[in-house]
Nanobody
Framework: QVQLVESGGGLVQTGGSLRLSCAAS????????MGWYRQAPGKQRELVAL???????NYADSVKGRFTISRENAKNTVSLQMNSLKPEDTAVYYC?????????WGQGTQVTVSS
């Protein structure tokens, strides 16, 4: 089992920045992918960014150039730096990890961008 705990959500004005962090614990050996998804009210959960243990990150088109994902394997953490935030970025953001073919999710952190 992998436990994921997010932090760093909150309320910010349009154009502002926030940084989300996620710490993994439990059976953390060989987590192959970590990342972030989000879910806005009335919408399906969608990919924001993923970062593998090896290789390049990938981003949703809607956040490219504004968001940056990073990972510290030694600390088993993944972070999401969000800049130039827009009202349409408002959502619950979920940390995500894949290990041994299983998907794991955090409980989510709310990000609200006011116009």
């Amino acid at each position: 089992q992998v436990q994921l705990v997010e932090s760093g959500g909150g309320l910010v004005q349009t154009g502002g920045s926030l940084r989300l962090s996620c710490a993994a614990s439990g059976s953390i050996f060989n987590i192959v992918v970590m990342g972030w998804y989000r879910q806005a009210p009335g919408k399906q959960r969608e990919l924001v960014a993923l970062i593998p243990s090896r290789g390049s990150s990938n981003y949703a088109d809607s956040v490219k150039g504004r968001f940056t994902i990073s990972r510290e394997n030694a600390k088993n953490t993944v972070s999401l730096q969000m800049n130039s935030l827009k009202p349409e970025d408002t959502a619950v953001y979920y940390c995500y990890a894949v290990r041994s073919g299983l998907n794991y999710w955090g409980q989510g952190t709310q990000v609200t961008v006011s116009s």
